[in-house]
């Protein structure tokens, strides 16, 4: 029986999430972050959650409509499109083992999509980091001296991962951008003066970080660049009491990258993203 979860479950659903850390960062970052409720969202923030639960299988549904779900098994998640029923999805993200029967079992397998591929998910014990020497590289944080260079480089990757262009993806790399600095989670590599890479975080716990926005733009690639800033943070965020990293892969040459300074291999994750909102019907 799949039912909504409330204030009164958010222990045990902490629990559930924190023994699947790895898999886990954005639902667990996002209930730490906004809080839970039952019946609507516990805060305005697009990252705010609702989440329905059957057993020890959770299903978080965003207030920006992406599903964030994790399975225990195989769940019957029969009466799932009821219980979201309504509701508007715009993507989703997780482990493809239980990203896959979610949207299967919304029928949203069968709805366009502008994103739609399952990607190597890799983990690192930030002890065994290693850090490429790179000549004439120094890591700082992002600056808003930096915004108009960075935020074409944004909108260039959500082009070139998300499957986004023209306005739409240039607004969400000005909304990224903005969160980036409030957050202090994204560092620019520095060779002569100029940036030559961007990295950074896109959930962050006090044991554990998960890497995204990883960036180099297409005339400095192959040159180690976002290898380096990737270790060159995560040694700075090591140095603070994280012990471990996780991230999903967009590319071959990333994979390469990753595997380079330490990460092994572990759960693919589903990047699925609708080209339009669409509700749940309850009857499919």
Known sequence: MIREAGPDDRAAIEALLTARLDQAMFPLT???????????????????????RSGDSLVALTRAGMILPLCDGTPDLSGLPAALHGLTVTGSVGPAASARPVLKALRLDRVPTVTDRDEPGFALDLANLTIPDVPGTTLRPITPADLPLVTDWRQ??????????????RAKAESDLAGYLTRDSHRLLIRDGQPVAMTGFNAILPEIV??????????????????????????????????????????????RAYRAIGFQLSEPFTLFLLSTPTAIAACL
């Open 30 to 52: 996002n209930l730490r972050d906004h809080g839970l409720a039952r019946g609507d969202f516990a805060s305005p923030h697009d990252h705010a959650l609702r989440i329905w």
């Open 156 to 169: 260039t990757y959500i082009g070139e991962v998300l499957g986004s262009t023209g306005p739409e993806a």
């Open 210 to 255: 998960q890497i995204g926005g990883v960036y180099t733009p297409a005339n400095l690639r192959g040159k180690g660049y976002a290898r380096r800033a990737v270790a060159l943070h995560l040694a700075e965020t090591r140095a603070t009491g994280t012990s471990r990293a996780v991230l999903f892969a967009a590319s071959d040459a990333a994979a």
